[in-house]
């Protein structure tokens, strides 16, 4: 990466200084996996086959933000101050090209206890070298065939069964458990050189409360609203919902979906040497929403003094989210079909995604030592099959099929995962101005990962979101040179 920047003031206005920045970069990232023969051939017990992938993404960007003060020293202003950024992309990839991203907001600061800000922003994400280059991977999961037995009754139509000829199952094996003879489907998935950028718009509002009464508090609490179009993932959403996509929803053998399908025709059935090809995609649309809590606040005790130090001091600082809105849109030309996620984990929603999740941690520090405790939440989750389907039958007004779903949950593996409490210990000390060791244990109470089987996940859990490791414990030096 290369980059260069000026910034600086350009000139007062009556409220102060105008700030301002300007700069050009060039960035570029390449990356190669080489998998070994038998793991790229597949010959290597507890390992899915994957393929190498190797590639690069070049960039050159122009930039410049401003900021601008409007007002200052007034009764309820202290200060309004307004900013703005544009940013200029070009990226050598024939799905992206030349792209701009720009921003605008306000801050008013009413006074030294409270405050109010609000912002506007463009971006745009273009595909990283995983989405683009990642190799293809061959893994198997439960998912129900809508051309097979396994389907519902209710989907066993004959626009449905119009589709599954069209997609290769024979006339006569159509509905019947030859299609599908166990409930395990083989499904690729990797990277796409075709991919375009996400872009999305973000608005948020937010108040700072800084207390003249109680210092050393500071509390902000922001809303969020983000758009985003051109989400990148798996085709569809996943690959259940591809298989929905192309046989319940969009019904046309031409379609994206149905033609990541591939069948053996003697048969009808997607088994190995043919799968189902979830492949990365812009699939459709995100849109979230929520609150965001910060809160910081510390004080000095009279007792615990160390190393020379009069006392102590303790520090609480905290930040939650709570999740509102989740949904994805699999396909923004079928914009009533839509996922919506909150609370939910699964093959669909992919990771889980926790109404409510957070962070927080105290503190307690005298002269050289520290010593920290934190506390990491994660809300429960329930299993999609569960919660899409009674969301989307609350949609349609359909109480019949609000009651299957309620009646189905108890017979679901993993219907729901409890929430988790993580706790961490950690303590610092100083020798010196140059010296100092760091210790600890994270998941003091060897708190268990949530297990899942048959789909989704990693390891048979999804380590983005828990601790998977278990207790593990950490110790180091750092030394400042002289």
Same mark, same amino acid.
């Given at each position: 990466m290369l980059a260069a920047t000026l910034g600086g003031e350009a000139f007062d206005l009556p409220a102060g200084a105008v700030g301002f920045s300007v700069g050009v970069e060039w960035r =570029?990232?390449?990356?190669?996996?080489?998998?070994?023969?038998?793991?790229?051939?597949?010959d290597v017990i507890g390992f899915n086959p994957g393929l190498p992938t190797a590639g690069d993404v070049t960039s050159k960007d122009i930039f410049a933000e401003v900021?601008?003060?409007?007002?200052?020293?007034?009764?309820?202003?202290?200060?309004?101050?307004?900013n703005g950024g544009y940013r200029s992309s070009d990226y050598d990839l024939d799905g992206v090209g030349k792209v701009g991203t720009y921003l605008y907001g306000l801050d008013w600061r009413v006074n030294e206890s409270i405050g109010f800000r609000g912002q506007f922003q463009r971006a745009i994400?273009?595909?990283?070298?995983?989405?683009?280059?990642?190799?293809?991977?061959?893994?198997?999961?439960?998912?129900?065939?809508p051309c097979s037995s396994r389907a519902a009754v209710a989907n066993q139509t004959a626009a449905v069964r119009a589709v599954c000829e069209a997609t290769g199952v024979p006339a006569a094996a159509v509905f019947t458990a030859g299609v599908q003879?166990?409930?395990?489907?083989?499904?690729r998935s990797g990277g796409n050189v075709n991919l375009q950028e996400e872009s999305s718009d973000t608005r948020t509002l937010g108040v700072?409360?800084?207390?003249?009464?109680?210092?050393?508090?500071?509390l902000t609490l922001d809303y969020f609203d983000i758009e985003l179009d051109g989400a990148i993932a798996q085709l569809g959403g996943?690959?259940?919902?591809?298989?929905?996509?192309?046989?319940l929803t969009v019904q046309d053998a031409s379609s994206d979906f149905c033609q990541a399908i591939?069948?053996?025709?003697?048969?009808?059935?997607?088994?190995?040497?043919?799968?189902?090809?979830?492949?990365?995609?812009?699939?459709?649309?995100?849109?979230?929403?929520?609150?965001?809590?910060?809160?910081?606040?510390?004080?000095d005790v009279g007792f615990g003094g160390l190393g020379g130090a009069d006392g102590s001091r303790f520090d609480i600082t905290m930040a939650w989210t709570h999740? =509102?809105?989740?949904?994805?849109?699999?396909?923004?030309?079928?914009?009533?079909? =839509?996922?919506?996620?909150?609370?939910a984990y699964g093959s669909t929603c992919g990771e889980p995604i926790p109404e409510n999740k957070g962070v927080t941690r105290i503190t307690w520090s005298t002269g050289p030592l520290g010593v920290s405790l934190r506390h990491r939440f994660i809300d429960s989750v329930t299993t999609d099959r569960y919660v899409l389907a009674k969301r989307n039958a609350e949609r349609a007004g359909n109480q019949a099929a609000v009651d299957a779903a309620n009646a189905a949950l108890a017979t679901y593996t993993n219907p729901k995962f409890s929430a988790k409490n993580y706790f961490d210990l950690s303590l610092t000390y100083g020798f010196g101005e140059r010296a100092e060791i760091h210790a600890g244990v994270n998941n003091v109470l060897d708190t268990d990962p949530p297990i899942v089987a048959g789909f989704g996940g990693y390891g048979n859990t999804f380590p983005a979101t828990y601790d998977y490791a278990g207790m593990t414990v950490f110790l180091g030096v750092t030394i400042k040179s002289f």
């Open positions: =570029k990232a390449e990356a190669e996996y080489i998998p070994d023969e038998y793991l790229r051939s597949g900021r601008v003060p409007i007002l200052a020293d007034l009764p309820f202003v202290e200060s309004l101050t307004a994400r273009a595909p990283n070298i995983g989405d683009l280059y990642g190799g293809l991977q061959l893994n198997f999961q439960t998912l129900t065939d003879p166990d409930n395990i489907i083989p499904v700072v409360f800084t207390p003249e009464f109680l210092p050393g508090l500071a996943g690959a259940q919902n591809t298989l929905n996509l192309c046989y591939h069948r053996n025709t003697a048969t009808g059935g997607i088994t190995v040497p043919f799968s189902l090809d979830v492949l990365q995609a812009n699939i459709g649309a995100l849109e979230t929403s929520g609150i965001d809590l910060n809160a910081r606040y510390g004080w999740t =509102k809105e989740f949904t994805v849109t699999p396909m923004q030309a079928v914009p009533q079909n =839509k996922n919506e996620c909150v609370g």
